[in-house]
């Protein structure tokens, strides 16, 4: 009988080390490098832009939100998508050989397989930013310069553009700023909750239908209410509803898309919101799956959920505000 008892005590160690283990481990794989942006001051908002995409099921006016850009030495305006779920910034490498065909200015830096640009200074919108580096990605397409009609996106401004400073998206008109300081007039008039950021990952509180859950907040997502898992889809999905499905891209890899209708609420402190659609995805890799079963998320959550409203996210103290 004691034999069996120690068997038991050392499995159940083996197995409380295996999970502890297995957390840091997949909690490792996704530490972002150190922060490469050096931010200037700015006052005044700069505005985005909603960029729309076709789906089997209709065109969706929300499907990615994009910010002005201006590169030193090149003529026009380009646009980078706004994605908070990527922890750093980066530049498209084909889009690059397009400018630089047409205007030979950005001189883009070799390392073995991997390409980035250095000392390299650029504007989204009124702010300044000097990049001490930035990785330069092999995606993309080269632009037509016949075809006017198009934003030509050059890359992604990711979540180190907010890192220890204040978000504020200002969905009702459009524009987002990022500052040093909580802004004077939504000091007073919001109330503000903790929330996490870690490893550049904004994780809010949140209760939906009354439970408590911790969910991602990705920009990047626009397109999305509540992305979760199948059992808690079938869970939020109302009575009745039809099943949606189509085919989506995600940094060129094909992801199935299942949409469905909720009548549920998800409040963010005070404010609660109505969850209109909740989403489940086929496709998605090992190492994300694990990320969220290890982190306790519940999901992730896109703009469109917050769309009428103003989110005020400050990094440096991890304070968050939801304003209707």
Do not use: C
């Not at 939020?236 to 992801?255: C, I, P, V």
């Not at 890799?285 to 989110?311: A, C, D, P, V």
Request: no cysteine; net charge negative; hydrophobic share 40%.
């Amino acid at each position: 009988m004691k034999t069996l008892k120690r068997v038991l005590v050392s499995l159940i160690a083996i197995i409380l080390i295996s999970v502890i283990g297995g957390y840091f481990y997949f909690k490792s794989q996704f530490q972002p490098p150190a922060n490469q942006l050096v931010l200037g001051d700015s006052i005044t908002p700069t505005p985005f832009v909603w960029l729309g995409d076709s789906t089997e099921n209709g065109v969706d006016e929300y499907s990615a939100m994009v910010l002005p850009v201006t590169l030193e030495g090149i003529p026009g305006t380009y646009y980078m998508q706004f994605d908070l779920g990527a922890p750093y910034s980066l530049f498209y490498g084909k889009v690059l050989t397009s400018l630089n065909e047409k205007y030979n200015k950005i001189v883009i830096h070799q390392n073995g397989d991997a390409s980035s640009l250095e000392q390299f200074s650029f504007k989204v919108g009124n702010t300044d930013i000097f990049a001490k580096t930035i990785k330069v990605k092999d995606y993309g397409s080269a632009i037509d310069w016949n075809d006017s009609s198009r934003a030509r996106i050059v890359g992604t401004i990711g979540a180190d553009f907010i890192e220890d400073k204040v978000l504020t998206i200002d969905y009702k008109h459009e524009n987002i700023s990022v500052a040093s300081e909580i802004p004077h007039e939504l000091a007073n008039a919001a109330q503000f909750s903790d929330f996490r950021f870690e490893s550049r990952r904004v994780l809010l509180p949140s209760k939906i239908d009354g439970q408590e859950q911790t969910l991602l907040f990705d920009t990047g997502a626009s397109a999305f209410e509540l992305l979760t898992d199948k059992s808690t889809w079938n869970e939020l999905s109302k009575a009745g509803s039809k099943e949606e499905t189509y085919e989506a891209n995600s940094w060129g890899k094909k992801l199935i898309v299942h949409n469905i209708q909720s009548n549920s609420l998800i409040a963010f402190g005070s404010v609660e919101l109505p969850l209109s659609m909740v989403t489940y995805i086929e496709g998605t890799g090992f190492m994300q799956n694990m990320l969220m079963k290890f982190s306790g998320m519940g999901g992730m959550i896109g703009n469109k959920l917050f769309i009428g409203n103003i989110l005020v996210l400050d990094t440096k103290n991890q304070k968050y505000a939801l304003i209707e």
